[in-house]
């Protein structure tokens, strides 16, 4: 779950400091977030981007003789 942290925070094997967007398993961020340390970042799907194609044009080769 991508998390992002209102407070630094610090611990035995971890250290968040403010504004630090983390990805972190559910068990962990759960009890960031029930503590108040964090927000959920909403990800929203990636776009896809439009391909400006051109036609395929016939190609004539004609050569003079």
């Known amino acids: 779950m991508k998390v992002i942290f209102n407070q630094a925070i610090a611990g035995a094997d971890f250290y968040y400091t403010s504004g630090q967007v ?3 398993p559910s068990a962990a961020a759960a009890e960031f977030l029930n503590a108040g340390f964090c927000e959920v970042v909403e990800e929203k799907p990636a776009v896809k981007a439009e391909r400006a194609v051109s ?3 016939t190609k004539r080769n004609t050569r003079a003789k």
Do not use: G
Request: no cysteine; hydrophobic share 35%; glycine share 0%.
């Open 55 to 57: 036609k395929k044009s």
């Open 22 to 24: 983390v990805e972190l």
